[in-house]
């Protein structure tokens, strides 16, 4: 009998161990590459929700409706189809769960369990309100600068002083009616005093100066967006929706609940 031969075996037995304990080693690091560790894995989550949450708002802010899935916000955003940005660290090489539900759009990232819809889950929610807004409020402003230099806000009799009046109630009275959503009764009490006030500012010096009386109908021959050289096409808010014609602005925005005369108007 070999004497040798325990030690070889002994010796086989190491390499064969040693093989297996290197392959473990890079399937770990293969699984770490997917699977963050714990410590990292709640900061990486909250980055790559953060990446997806400021090209879901650029989405909206651009089109008026959030994309249909992750692969539609790549192509809108410019972001690289099959980027990290929207593997969900707390999985295993899958994305975020998405949904779009119209008025809002929420990313879900599996929590500590790795598993989806369970109580663990980071969740994150983007209501179109806000981009929304944004969209809509660059339509408006475009519009009312057009009405104030129109024959229904300024004419040749107004003096430096009155032209500087009207500019100035205008902006007012939209800056108010903008912040209106979301303002306590102390902040509504103000806004409401501001409204009333350039409203009559504006209702002054148009009289004063005699300014055309605004058209009836916001579109169609005749219509306020063609006289103050627009067109149709221009009077439509954030979500495709026809702008109203507000005694006042002029333009106005039903807003998100696509309800005129409510608090999200603007």
Avoid at 10 to 16: D, H, N, R, S
Avoid at 50 to 58: E, S
Avoid at 64 to 72: I, N, Q, R, S, Y
Avoid at 211 to 229: D, E, N, R
């Amino acid at each position: 009998m070999n004497a040798d031969a325990p030690s070889e075996r002994g010796f086989a037995l190491l390499a064969v161990l040693s093989i297996v304990a290197a392959g473990s080693l890079v399937l770990l690091a293969a699984v770490e590459r997917l699977v963050p560790p714990l410590a990292g894995r709640a900061r990486l989550v909250e980055t790559r929700l953060a990446v997806c949450q400021d090209a879901l708002d650029f989405a909206y802010r651009r089109d008026g409706a959030f994309p249909a899935d992750l692969t539609a916000l790549a192509a809108t955003a410019g972001l690289a189809v099959d980027g990290v940005w929207r593997l969900d660290p707390s999985g295993s090489a899958v994305d975020f769960s998405y949904t779009n539900g119209g008025a809002q759009a929420q990313l879900r990232s599996r929590g500590l369990d790795r598993l989806l819809g369970t109580v663990d889950d980071v969740v994150e929610t983007m209501p179109s309100e806000r981009p929304l807004r944004t969209r809509q409020r660059g339509r408006l402003r475009l519009l009312r600068a057009l009405l104030l230099v129109s024959p229904f806000r300024t004419s040749g009799s107004m003096t430096v002083g009155d032209r500087a009046a009207m500019r100035t109630a205008m902006r007012d009275q939209a800056i108010a009616m903008r912040r209106w959503l979301g303002g306590d009764a102390a902040a509504r009490a103000a806004l409401s005093t501001t409204l009333t006030a350039t409203a009559t500012t504006i209702s002054d010096l148009s009289l004063a100066n005699a300014c055309a009386v605004m058209p009836s109908a916001l579109t169609g021959a005749g219509g306020l967006l063609t006289a103050i050289g627009s067109t149709d096409t221009a009077g439509y808010d954030g979500r495709g929706l026809l702008f109203y014609l507000h005694p006042t602005l002029g333009i106005a925005a039903a807003g998100n609940d696509t309800t005129q005369g409510t608090d999200d108007d603007m």
